[in-house]
């Protein structure tokens, strides 16, 4: 087991919360939202596994590089 | 009518300020707090908060901005495009509250805005319509076999709500309809909370050129001839032209006249744009919709025919504008325009926020025109579109306005937020584009050539 670590790409909000802490996630199957100019932007998982963390909630602001969700793969 | 309020921000805020300026009007602002100190509210002769910074919160807030204008004492409201430009509701509020509404009545605004409904008229003018699916509520539901192989292949398997392109699918044959269909309609229930979905046939190498309209709400209506805005990231605009590039005079002709008799038709009043997809390759074409509003990229056609198209708006809402016919409409030389964005394109087009340290401008001539909202030291924020600015450039040919795009790109300098200002240099400069083979896909295609110029 192993944690990796979702961090935003872009500076934005938190528009869609799409799974909760315990789920499981696909390979690149979107865990949240995020808008920003207009743009709606899917954070995902790059492995299959449960999310562990959710560390915002809709509506953040969050900066570039800011960790936002934990996945144990 | 004395005095407008302008329910929108940035360039186009700017923009219809100088038009009202130029009639005598007086201009009311409205503001998000994160436009505050914004250069349209600094423009207005008065300005009026209007809630937080999401837009949901403020400029989409149709009770705010009826407050605004009562508080103001304005008499007309103009609503530029995007935001409540296309809401039938806001239309009818405004007019319901004894204002003049600045754009076509909320019919329009309604049927238009909705698809099927846009189709069913354009057809009933008589013009040519892509194939399209009934809308499936769900996946499951529904012979999805027989309604691809109605459409054809390839085709794109689209969400019915929303919008950017979000959960889109191409499928080439019929073994992969029923796996895009439900993962679009998943992706779909997901973000909209709206799970159906529609097929539409898929055009290899489509062409994106649209009409510009104007109507005076009697059944007259004239065209101002097309722009071609196949040059597209993420389904949104980055360069629009007119003339649209290697496309024979009867073709134009045609969608020109068949997109003012469609306004026509509909006894449509003031500013419009009849959209059409257009194969590159057999120069077939198609209604694709209707944007019951001014355009982003209107400046394109206001620089060929010396027009002002919001006055024009104006004036036909206060009921002063003078009847144009078709043969007073003339359109010369050729008119380019570049979307600035605040993006990154070596990132995907990635949004790029921020403050705009440094902002020089080269001098505006009759050829050369920049629309921004910003100045330097402004904010470009995460709350709304990433546009910096328009750069318009007009020649006698498309050449010289090649010319001209890239000189004027050369001498705007940005710093702070990451820029398409390299990105839009390569791609005007680009050979294909050059040659005007332009096609929908001509940034996906030469991405890597584009990037690395």
Redesign the interface.
């Known amino acids: 087991m192993a944690i990796i670590e979702l961090k935003s790409?872009?500076?934005?909000?938190i528009w869609?919360i799409?799974k909760a802490v315990g789920d499981a996630v696909e390979v690149d199957e979107?865990i949240l939202?995020m808008e920003?100019?207009?743009?709606?932007?899917p954070v995902s998982s790059p492995e299959s596994g449960v999310v562990r963390e959710v560390l915002v909630a809709e509506?953040d602001?969050v900066g570039d590089g800011t960790v936002v969700v934990r996945v144990d793969v | 009518m004395n005095s407008v309020l302008i329910a929108n921000r940035g360039e186009i805020a700017c923009r219809i300020i100088r038009s009202c300026r130029r009639l005598g009007l007086r201009t009311v602002a409205v503001y998000s707090e994160a436009d505050r100190g914004a250069l349209h509210v600094a423009l207005a002769d008065e300005a009026v908060g209007i809630g937080p910074p999401p837009a949901r919160d403020s400029y989409l807030r149709v009770d705010r901005v009826l407050d605004a204008a009562r508080a103001s004492g304005a008499d007309a409201v103009h609503p530029g495009y995007g935001f409540l430009s296309e809401n039938a509701g806001f239309a009818e509020a405004v007019m319901a509250a004894g204002l003049t509404w600045i754009g076509p009545s909320a019919r329009a605004i309604r049927e238009m805005g909705d698809k099927q409904r846009a189709r069913d008229l354009a057809q009933a003018s008589g013009l040519p319509i892509l194939v399209g699916s009934p809308v499936f509520r769900e996946a499951g539901a529904g012979d999805l076999e027989s309604a691809g192989a109605a459409v054809g292949y390839p085709l794109l398997v689209k969400a019915a709500a929303g919008g950017g392109g979000i959960g889109m699918r191409r499928v080439d044959g019929p073994g992969q309809l029923r796996a895009a269909a439900e993962g679009t309609q998943s992706m779909a229930a997901k973000a909209f909370g709206n799970g159906a979905i529609y097929f539409e046939r898929f055009i290899e190498r489509a062409r994106h050129i649209e009409i510009q309209v104007f109507g005076y709400g009697d059944g007259h209506a004239i065209h101002l001839y097309e722009r071609d805005c196949s040059i597209q990231r993420r389904y949104q605009k980055v360069i629009e032209e007119s003339p649209a590039p290697c496309l024979p005079d009867a073709i134009r002709n045609d969608m020109a006249l068949a997109a003012a008799r469609l306004c026509a038709d509909q006894r449509y009043a003031g500013a419009g744009t009849i959209e059409f997809v257009v194969d590159a390759d057999t120069l077939d074409w198609y209604f694709l919709e209707m944007n019951t509003r001014i355009q982003v990229e209107h400046p394109v056609t206001e620089m060929n025919t010396g027009l002002d198209l919001v006055a024009m708006q104006i004036e036909l809402a206060r009921g002063t504008l003078g009847a144009l016919t078709q043969a007073d409409v003339v359109s010369s030389g050729h008119a380019m325009e570049c979307r600035v964005y605040a993006e990154n394109p070596a990132k995907n087009f990635m949004p790029s926020p921020g403050r705009l340290v440094r902002f020089e401008q080269p001098e505006q001539t009759a050829d050369v025109r920049i629309d921004s909202g910003f100045r330097a030291g402004d904010d470009v924020s995460h709350f709304y579109d990433p546009m910096i600015a328009k750069v318009i450039c007009h020649g006698p040919t498309r050449a010289a306005a090649i010319e001209r795009m890239l000189e004027t790109l050369r001498a705007i300098r940005i710093e702070g937020p990451v820029t398409n200002l390299d990105f839009l240099r390569a791609a005007v400069g680009h050979p294909d584009f050059r040659k005007g083979e332009v096609f929908t896909g001509f940034i996906e295609r030469f991405k890597p050539a584009l990037l690395a110029a």
């Open positions: 790409d872009i500076t934005g909000s869609k799409l979107p939202i920003s100019m207009k743009m709606e932007i509506g602001t």
